[in-house]
């Protein structure tokens, strides 16, 4: 097993370096030019200045070699250093600077973090704990109304794009009924209790949306896998020899199905910092999605690349841990 | 639309003594209520969308600025829009684009996915480097790089083939080129399987030549799992390319699909909340139904529900 981790984060490090390649040249080869906004009265050789200041007039080669650097060394280096408050050598790294606000894109990212997190981790979380119940009791019971309404239901979840519920949830309880804001205020800060309560408020509406769509995915996921394992053999046996049903739906069948599924949910953890830009756009949250579109709109390359290039690097990573997950989970699954 | 001429087709032959597999396919599929209900549906939009222009004759860009932000009326079935364009028009002319979006990327991507899942299937020396290839591209983040695609080299093929032509060879490639890749691992999967089997050997030492036992030998039976791909791939890539609208970055405004409308009805929410819900309502039922679809066929195809 950890001959196996090993190698496979040995090979993350190749496919990574690609995934890199791949964002860096693509954006490289954009037919666009940072200094495209600047007024047309500024001389050329100025002009050829500006660029050589944002580092462009180096070869395609050269300016990769720096990005990796940067990418790789230094600011790792920078926010540890913040975390920790150790010094390492003289402290005056190059950052990677976002084109639009001249500040450090680290900082950015890490500054739109804790919404991110907030919203689409806690809808991950409550998708999760929605899925899991209602996938057994879809199997246990299957082709009942719990069932045959479930599985509509996380049919419709898993079909209806967020842009539609987030719009539709608006619709009604922010226009209608004005129960919970439609937009998410990054400045509230929780003081007392009706601050926290405006918090809770101000979520609901971005997370319910999140959180129907993830365990929409997750129930289908649960109900067929406990639907594999309820025909095993070795449940019949369990029953057999007199298990309690509760021990053998809870312990034996539950236990086994999750394998797959905690694997599904682990793949799953990426999309919970990119995937829900959507979500993040139609309520206003400030998050990294946000950052991203806008990052894209304004065509500010720097952040894009680093974005990108941040959420093919959690991808890879929890892929790693799916499988390594799977492999430690379920001791059928041997790895050379 | 490979999978509704594939099942509308088989019922005459239903009748006849000697059951093909297409009707034992069929019938399959038709003890599936969900998935009878889900083509029903699916069939209905496609001839609405074709055909209602034909009976609703109005212009979807018709500016008529005196009727803006009507609510649903006899003359405008599903109210106005801020600039008083019939909003049923709008809705049908953007199912339009967004159908022919999502058949064209769905196709494109089942030929690469195939493409590359049957050569590595098949051939040995091409099986490492095309996986991991397919390995590569599932670790990409997917949404981040297409709004990164479109927006960098939207003005150059906008330029090239015109606003509307540009845009949508840009969608239909970009969303084809990132969604192949389940596709081939299924059908890598499927070919390695029926690689192993004995008529392949038979034909292989009859001298047929290698093209044409991929062609005539492997490529049919691998034919079920491609096209539950593609049901899903015709969902998947509508949504996409919703997104990409309802983001601001896919077709411009005047030429409407089902998520720029959407995405144009949003900030009319309070005035006029017909404008978000048809075309919402529009995608929802088409994705709704082509994935009952895609689960009706599934089930369908699986051996051990044949066996019933």
Known sequence: MFTYTLRRLLFAIPTLLIISFVIFALLDLAPNDPTGD??????????????????????????????????????????????????????????????????????????????????????????????????????????????????????????????????????????????????????????????????????????????????????????????????????????????????????????????????????????????????????????????????????????????????????????????????????????? | MSDTTLVSAPPAKASSPARSALADIWRQFRAHRGGVVGLAVFVFIVAAVYIGPFIHRVAPNAINIRDKNQWPSMAHPFGTDNLGKDMLAQVLAGGKTSLAVGFTAMLLALFLGTLVGVLSGYSRRLDGPLMRLTDLFLALPLLPLLLVILLLFRDTLRAAFGPETGIFILIVFVIGVTSWMHTARIVRGDVLAVKSQEFILTAKSS???????????????????????????????????????????????????????????????????????????????????VNYVGDAIRDALDPRSLKR
């Open chain 1, 38 to 336: 600047l007024p047309l009265t500024i001389p050329p050789e100025v002009r050829e200045q500006i660029r050589a200041s944002l580092g462009l007039e180096q070869p395609f080669f050269i300016r990769y070699l720096y990005w990796l650097q940067q990418f790789f060394i230094n600011e790792p280096l920078n926010i540890l250093e913040r975390l920790t408050g150790w010094q390492f050598g003289d402290g005056h790294r190059m950052r990677v600077l976002s084109w639009a606000t001249r500040s450090p894109v680290v900082d950015l990212i890490v500054q739109r973090l804790p919404q991110t997190l907030w919203v689409v981790g806690l809808a991950y979380l409550f998708g999760i704990m929605i899925a899991i119940p209602i996938g057994v009791i879809s199997a246990y019971k299957q082709y009942s109304i719990f069932d045959q309404i479930g599985t509509f239901v996380s049919m419709v979840g898993y079909s209806v794009p967020t842009f539609f519920t987030g719009v539709l949830l608006i619709v009604v309880f922010s226009s209608w009924l004005q129960w919970f804001p439609s937009v998410y205020d990054t400045n509230l800060e929780v003081t007392d209790f009706s601050s926290f309560l405006a918090q809770m408020r101000q979520m609901v509406l971005p997370v319910a949306v999140l959180s129907l769509y993830n365990a929409s995915q997750i129930t289908r996921f649960v109900r067929a896998s406990m639907l594999d394992n309820l025909h095993q053999d070795y449940v019949r046996t369990a029953r057999a020899k007199g298990v309690r049903e509760n021990a053998v739906l809870l312990v034996h069948v539950l236990r086994n199905s999750l394998i797959p599924v905690v694997t599904v949910i682990a793949l799953g953890v990426p999309t919970i910092f990119s995937g829900a830009i959507i979500t993040e756009q139609i309520f206003r949250v400030n998050g990294l999605g946000q950052l991203l579109i806008v990052a894209v709109q304004g065509a500010d390359i720097p952040l894009v690349q680093t974005l990108t290039f941040i959420f093919a690097v959690l991808i890879v990573l929890f892929n790693l841990i799916a499988d390594v997950l799977y492999g430690i989970l379920d001791p059928r699954i041997r790895y050379e």
């Open chain 2, 207 to 289: 001298g047929m030549r290698e093209y044409r036992i991929i062609w005539r030998h492997i490529l049919p039976n691998v034919l079920s799992s491609i096209m539950v791909s593609a049901t899903l791939g015709i969902a998947s890539a509508i949504i996409t390319e919703s997104a990409l609208s309802f983001l601001g970055l896919g077709f411009p405004s005047d030429f409407p699909t089902w998520g720029r409308l959407l995405f144009d009805g949003a900030n009319f929410l309070q005035l006029t909340p017909s404008r978000v819900l048809w075309p919402g309502l529009a995608i929802s039922l088409t994705v709704l139904s």
